[in-house]
C-alpha cells in the first residue's frame, strides 16, 4: 500500500533539513504536521505515526508525540517499545508543565531520567539525574538510579561516586553496595 502524498511531501521536507545546521522549525512543525495528516488520511500507516511522533518530540510538543504513538501502537500492539515511549514522553510533558521547583520538580527529574533508561538512552537519563541530584541530592534512591545508569553507559568512576553517595545517606543500602 503506497503513502499519502502529504507523507512524501513531509518526508521531502524532513530531507532537506540540515542535520548538522539550526533547523528551521517552521518546516519541521510543517513535515509533522503533513505526516500526521497521513495518519487521518491512512489510518494504518505506522511509518507515518512514528515519523510524526519523532518530529513533534523534536519540536518539544511531547503530549502530541505520546498521542501519534499512542496511534502507532494501536496499529502494532506487538511492539512492545512503543509503551515505554509514550510513558516517557508523558514524564516529559509534566516536567514541562511543571512550574513547582524543588523535591517536586526533582522527582518529575528522576522519572523522566528512569524513562529514558528505560527506552535504553541512558546518556540523557544521565543527564536528568544529575538535574534531579542538584536539585536535591538527599535521595539515595537518585544516587542508585545514578550508579546503575552510569555504570550502563560503562561511565564507571560516577558509577563508583553515585552508589558512596547513597551509602553515605543510607549505609545499608544493598542496591548500592
Known amino acids: 500500500e503506497e503513502h499519502p502524498p502529504s507523507c512524501d511531501e513531509a518526508l521531502a521536507i524532513w530531507n532537506e533539513l540540515d542535520p548538522d545546521g539550526a533547523v528551521d522549525t517552521t518546516d519541521l512543525r510543517r513535515a509533522a504536521l503533513l505526516y500526521e495528516q497521513s495518519t487521518i488520511k491512512q489510518p494504518d500507516d505506522l511509518h507515518a505515526y512514528a515519523d510524526a511522533a519523532v518530529l513533534f518530540e523534536e519540536l518539544h510538543d511531547y503530549e502530541r508525540a505520546a498521542e501519534l ?6 496499529i502494532r500492539p506487538d511492539l512492545t517499545f ?5 510513558k516517557r514522553l508523558a514524564s516529559m510533558a509534566a516536567l514541562q508543565r511543571d512550574n513547582t521547583g524543588g523535591a517536586g520538580r526533582a522527582a518529575l ?5 528512569r524513562n529514558f533508561r528505560a527506552v535504553g538512552e541512558p546518556e540523557r537519563a544521565i543527564s536528568y539525574l544529575r538535574e534531579s541530584l542538584a536539585i536535591d ?20 568512576a ?20
Request: aromatic share 6%.
Open 69 to 74: 504513538w499512542n496511534g502507532a501502537v494501536q
Open 109 to 113: 527529574l528522576l522519572d523522566v531520567a
Open 137 to 156: 541530592s538527599t535521595r539515595e534512591a537518585a544516587w542508585v538510579d545514578l550508579a546503575e545508569t552510569a555504570a550502563e553507559a560503562g561511565m564507571y
Open 158 to 177: 560516577e558509577a563508583m561516586r553515585a552508589a558512596d553517595r547513597a551509602l553515605a545517606i543510607q549505609p545499608d543500602l544493598e542496591d548500592a553496595k
Open 82 to 86: 512503543i509503551p515505554n515511549h509514550i
